[in-house]
């Protein structure tokens, strides 16, 4: 997949083709280059912090939440990005605040 978005210091880049993506992602997104710039390089603490701040301020309710999901489900996933599924699901459980310990620990 091509990069939609970017972060670098001092700057955000966007490209032209996140703009065709549905609203809710295309925040998410930026929100999670904004993490980012904010928190440092760590891919799963830029999803986390993206989907929280969504949640918080309102902007992102629980049903869209999946909408993100179908974006991201397919993705395979590359040096610094986690496969999709795992991804969608690592979300999801930080949008729910169950995300203090990411990844999991295994099941017993």
Not at 7 to 33: C, G, N, T, W
Not at 47 to 75: I, K, M
Request: charged share 25%.
């Amino acid at each position: 997949m091509r990069e939609m978005a970017a972060a670098a210091p001092d700057l955000i880049l966007l490209s032209p083709r996140l703009f065709a993506l549905p609203s809710k992602v295309q925040l998410f997104i930026y929100a999670h280059e904004c993490a980012h710039y904010a928190l440092g390089s760590n891919e799963a603490d830029a999803d986390c912090s993206a989907v929280r701040t969504g949640r918080d301020e309102h902007w992102l309710d629980r049903d869209e939440v999946s909408e993100l999901g179908r974006y991201f489900a397919n993705l395979r996933g590359d040096s610094t990005h986690v496969p999709g599924p795992s991804r969608v699901a690592h979300i999801v459980e930080c949008f729910d605040g169950h995300a203090d310990e990411w990844p999991p620990p295994p099941l017993s």
